[in-house]
């Protein structure tokens, strides 16, 4: 039988998730930033001239709400827009000199929320930590999808459960 400690470790991750996101969102206010904007900032940091259709994808954005995110972030004078050479109906993403400083202000950000969360943790332990979690992230990732009709429940001889649909 499965502790009841491993039952509940989806729930325990996703609450973690949740509650650094939360804590960093809370500092970001100070300086008027959204999680979004400080992702796509972060992402562009090193994916310079993307098209705005990829970088949708790497933010895991619906393109719409990117459009707005950029278009908000051209008005603050962090990003520019270029046509894209290959294809002028589409466009790269490229950051502007002030975004340094406010890239700086988000690492800065991530640093201490990052060090609020792992208080009380030995070098060592924090070392584990994201070790365990890099192993548990390529796990995830080398799963091959699912077939269509698991997703319900069917072909496992019961129905699925509010939860796992």
Known sequence: MIPDR??????????VS???????????????????????LILLQGNEGVSQKRLAELAELDPMTLVRILDRMETDGWVQRRF??????AHTI????????VLEQIWQLIGETR???LQGLSGEER???VALLERVH???????????DSADGAGTGRKATRCER
Do not use: H, I, S
Request: hydrophobic share 45%; charged share 25%.
């Open 6 to 15: 491993f039952r509940q470790l989806g729930f325990l991750l996703k609450d």
């Open 18 to 40: 949740r509650r650094y996101t939360r804590r960093f969102e809370e500092r970001a206010q100070r300086f008027a930033l959204t999680l979004p904007q400080c992702r796509v």
């Open 84 to 89: 894209d050479p290959a294809d002028r109906r």
């Open 94 to 101: 490229w950051l502007t000199a002030a975004a340094g400083t």
């Open 115 to 117: 060090a609020e969360m």
């Open 127 to 129: 070392a584990q930590l």
């Open 138 to 148: 390529a796990n995830l990732n080398a799963l091959p999808p699912l077939p269509a």
